[in-house]
Every structure is written in C-alpha cells, then in structure tokens.
C-alpha cells in the first residue's frame, strides 16, 4: 500500500504523539502497554479482523495500517475495501496478522480514527445525498477538534463534500464581528481588497448588505440563516457576479430546500462537529 499522505499533515508524528499520549510517555511509571507485556508473551502472534457493525462510507483505514507497522513492520495486513466505499453492516474491512502485543497495543488508537473518520464520511453523504437535485455542492467548515483538521476534512472528502478554507490562512471570511469593529460590510471587504487579499469570502445576513460586499470587492458571499424564499431573493441580486453559499439552519430536513434556490454551496458544520463515531470492532485469535 501506498502511505497515506496529505498536504500539511504529518503522519508519522501524528503515530508518534498518539502513542505518547496512549502509552503515558514521561509520566512515572509510563511509556509502555503494561498489560499486555505483562499479559501476553513477547513472542505471541495473533491475527485479527477489523469489521463494521453499521453501514458506512470508509475512510481513516491508511491511517489504522500506520499504526500496526509503527510497532511490528512486518505485520501482514490486508485492506478490503476502498476509501470512500459505501459499506453494509457486517463488513471486513482489514485483515491482519502478526506480533500480538503490537496488536493490542495498535488496537485502541487504530480504532478510534477509523471510527471517528468513518462517522464523518458516513454523515457527509448522508447530507450529500439529501441535497437531492438542486445542484449545490456541499462544503465543511473549521469547526474540527484542534490537531485533526487535515483528517476530519479528508473524511467529508471521502463522503462527497468539498472543503471550505482549510485555516485562517487561505482565505478571507469577513464574518458580523470582523464588520463590527470595520463599520460596514462594503469597508470591512474593501480593507481586505486593499490588503491584496487574492480571495475574500463575506458572511452577509441581510439583502441590503449584498450590494455594499459586491461593489467593494468581495469574490463569495455566505448568506447566512436565510429561509429559501430569502436564499432565492439573494441569489437573483448576486446575479451571478460572486459565489454564493448557503450557511446556518442546515440540517437533513432543510438542506435540499436551501440546495434547490440555485446557490453554488451549502455549508454544514456538523460534518465535522457532531458526526457519531461508527461502530467498529477489531477481533483477535491466537495464530
């Protein structure tokens, strides 16, 4: 298998840090898995499947491989399903073999990110799904838990989404606050333009607001907490000359609605902020 990569995450650091945190290192009494050393003898190997007990899009199964060679490289593993497959429950998803304490060890941390991507991917195409035909794409937001935004967006791509900006870094989102302190829409956006800011995204909430943003410069207005009757009003004002993206009050009951008044994006931030954790399991038997 090819290792998994993604621009701006660091895989091997990532297995690092986790199992820092998992194995206690520089705590006293730290840095190993003491049940299973004392448990399980050295030389003990075990095989095992990893399987899902729901239906799920797939995704975080590259990341659960690096765990398991981190602590045994020649661990023999085998992945049966693709990224971003639609699964039924009942699925192998992985099958391995090889040092039984490095099994145990891996098993938790592997786990727990095939479960928490694979719930954000499986909630994503839910909601892609449910846009229906109104042709809007669906986006993701920053609301991720801190250290794992390359993953979680990585998930909703393995759903269907696209991403929205990835960080603070790569494009404007002049937001109420930001207006608060500039005075208006039309100045925050043009300080942002004469910033020299290459793409500038303006969150407006009103229709009047939507002129002011466009004449200054603004190149995506997120319309924010809109009713569909409102969405479709903004969307023929707009008339074309920037992005528009539906934002706030998105739900599985409300996005096809929002999708159908012909907006380009709807952004869902519970792609990221509440998707359940999948139900995956990993069992053993001695080899």
């Known amino acids: 298998m090819t290792k998994f990569s993604l621009p701006g995450f660091d895989l091997d650091k990532f297995i690092r840090e986790t199992y820092a945190e998992d194995l206690g290192e520089g705590l006293p009494g730290g840095g190993h898995d003491v049940t299973s050393e004392s448990v399980i003898p050295a030389d003990a190997r075990f095989a095992g499947v990893m399987d899902s007990r729901d239906p799920i899009v797939v995704a975080g199964l590259p990341v659960a491989v690096a765990f398991f060679l981190a602590l045994d490289p020649d661990m023999d593993i085998e992945v049966l399903v693709e990224e971003g497959q639609t699964v039924p429950a009942g699925s192998d998803l992985m099958r391995l073999s090889g040092n039984a304490r490095a099994m145990l060890t891996a098993e938790r941390s592997a786990l727990n990110t095939v479960q928490h991507l694979s719930g954000i991917a499986t909630m994503t195409r839910e909601y892609v799904d449910a846009i229906g035909d109104g042709g809007a794409v669906l986006l993701d937001t920053r609301k991720t838990i801190p250290g794992l935004r390359f993953l979680e967006k990585y998930a909703t791509r393995m759903g269907g989404a696209q991403n929205h900006r990835m960080g603070l870094w790569d494009a404007a989102m002049i937001k109420d606050n930001h207006v ?27 229709l009047d607001q939507i002129e002011p943003a466009l004449s200054a410069g603004a190149d995506h207005l997120l319309l924010d907490n809109m009713e569909p009757d409102t969405l479709r009003e903004a969307v023929a004002l707009v008339a074309g ?10 739900n599985l009951q409300t996005i096809g609605a929002k999708s159908a008044t012909g907006v ?8 990221t902020q509440s998707a359940p954790a999948a139900d995956i399991g990993l069992d053993f038997a001695p080899l």
């Open 180 to 206: 608060l302190v500039a005075g208006d829409v039309g100045e925050a956006v043009r300080r942002a333009r004469n910033a020299g800011v290459a793409r500038i995204i303006c969150e407006v909430d009103r």
């Open 241 to 250: 000359r920037a992005i528009t993206e539906a934002s706030g009050g998105v």
């Open 264 to 271: 380009d994006y709807v952004s869902v931030g519970r792609l």
